[in-house]
Structures are given as structure tokens and as C-alpha cells.
């Protein structure tokens, strides 16, 4: 699904090296052997916002729908998924400003966004409440469980488990530095220098890849932020993040061999 949804935003030959690089990426492969749910996470996250910048160059009312459920799905899997619905909001926004022309079609451009976001909304909400049978039956409860346990709890408490970091056991918290440590250790020799090479090639792309580019940064920026606002911090957390390096890194190695003789 994800090379088919990379071969229509980025051509065929950036979709599989993507693809390729998702295939053996090391440390998704290690997580999605595990009983955590982050690389579950991680595919419907990816998958998701993929179908957003689908929609963004084709217009189709299916390609909204499909990025809804999975958006829903992603939800239903952790609460840290959440951050799909401001990121299908920043989309709707720098699309609209893309198309700018003057003031009037910002306007213009906005009262059409807000309900394509609000829809995206309700469609996920609606596949969360039909995944989650106790909101059928005592849906406060639940709502409070889940803001209390799966949001208050993790930002403002620390993990009661010793975290081995930076040669020291037992730190709680070590802070936003913890996010970029895990991005240099768990990428690979292959994946984080093309990364750097797709960012410097991004302007050498098509306007509409380049767009498309510039979101799954954003993408990958702010769901760092969104997980260092929490005192548990695993690196595990991140596994949406490199999935969108590997993308970066895909078009990186695709510029750099175009230009081999």
C-alpha cells in the first residue's frame, strides 16, 4: 500500500527505494516483532498521512475517506496518533497558501478547508467509537480513563522504569535531546546521510513533490515536538519519524544517482 500511494506522489523509482528501505529498516523490523503496538503505530500513522497528500494533488472524496479510517485505526492503536488531525489541518493550510493569489482566495481557500478537516474528523471518530466497545456503554468513563491514563499520566509523570541513556542508567527524563539521539542511532549508514542529501535535493523536485516533501518534514518535525512534550520517553516512540526519513532518504539516493555519468 505504501509503495502504491509513494508511486503516485514521487514516480515509481523513488517509491521503491522507499518502499525497499521500509522493508529493511532494522529497527522497525526489530519493534514489528515485538508485542509493542508502535509499528502497527507507525503504518496507519504513514499510511494515513500518505492518503492526505494523495488527496492534496488528486482532489478525490475516497482518498479523504481512506486517510480518515486509517487515521481512526491509528487512534484506536495509541492516543499519541492524535497529532493526524492538526497535521491534516497544517496540509489543508500550506495547500491553501500554495494556491494563493491575494487575500480573497485565502478566505476563499480556508471556508473550504475548515469542513474537509472537520470531516476528516468525524469520519475517524466514528471508526474510534466503533472499535472501542466501552464507549458504547459507559462512554465518560472511558473518555476520562483515557485522558488521565493516556495523556495526563505521560506528560506530566516519568517512566517508573530506569532508562539507560548516554552511558547512565536510571534516567527519567532526559529531555528533547533524547528524540535527535534516537533518530542518529536508530537510522542507518544509508538512510541518514541520503536524508540530508534529499533535504538539500527537495528543491531540485517538481513543485508538486517538493510540497509533498516539505509536509512529510513537517510530518516528521512535529510529531518529534508532540513526543518530547511527555516525560515517558522511548525510542520506540518515534518509529512514524523514521519511516518519513526513509522517504526523504529514497529521494536523496534518487537525485544522487540521476546525476551519476
Not at 11 to 34: E, H, M, Q
Not at 39 to 60: D, F, I, N
Not at 117 to 124: Q, S
Not at 165 to 188: A, I
Amino acid at each position: 500500500c505504501g509503495w502504491s500511494l509513494l508511486r503516485r506522489l514521487f514516480g515509481r523509482k523513488v517509491a521503491w527505494i522507499a518502499a525497499s528501505l521500509w522493508a529493511i529498516d532494522p529497527f522497525f523490523l526489530t519493534n514489528s516483532k515485538s508485542l509493542h503496538l508502535d509499528a502497527t503505530l507507525a503504518t496507519l500513522m504513514v499510511l494515513s498521512a500518505l492518503w492526505m497528500l494523495v488527496y492534496l494533488r488528486e482532489r478525490r472524496w475516497r482518498q479523504l475517506l481512506l486517510s480518515a479510517i486509517l487515521g481512526g485505526l491509528a487512534i484506536s492503536t495509541k492516543i499519541s496518533a492524535v497529532f493526524l488531525f492538526p497535521f491534516w489541518g497544517l496540509c489543508l493550510f500550506i495547500d491553501g497558501l500554495s494556491s494563493l493569489r491575494n487575500p480573497q482566495s485565502l478566505i476563499s481557500s480556508l471556508q473550504h478547508a475548515i469542513p474537509r478537516l472537520f470531516l476528516w474528523l468525524l469520519i475517524a471518530a466514528v471508526v474510534f467509537f466503533v472499535l472501542w466497545p466501552a464507549l458504547w456503554v459507559r462512554p465518560g468513563d472511558s473518555f476520562s480513563w483515557l485522558i488521565n491514563e493516556g495523556v495526563l499520566l505521560h506528560k506530566d509523570a516519568v517512566r517508573n522504569q530506569p532508562l539507560f541513556y548516554r552511558s547512565t542508567l536510571d534516567v527519567q527524563d532526559p529531555g528533547p535531546r533524547f528524540y535527535v539521539d534516537t533518530v542518529l542511532f536508530r537510522t542507518t549508514f544509508l538512510t541518514l546521510p541520503f536524508f540530508g542529501v534529499g533535504l538539500l535535493a527537495l528543491w531540485r523536485r517538481p513543485r508538486e513533490e517538493n510540497l509533498s516533501l516539505l509536509l512529510l518534514v513537517g510530518f516528521a518535525v512535529f510529531f518529534s515536538v508532540q513526543m518530547s512534550l511527555s516525560g515517558w520517553k522511548d525510542g520506540r516512540y518515534v518509529l512514524p519519524v523514521l519511516l518519513a526519513i526513509d522517504v526523504l532518504a529514497a529521494c536523496g539516493l534518487d537525485w544522487w544517482t540521476g546525476r551519476l555519468p
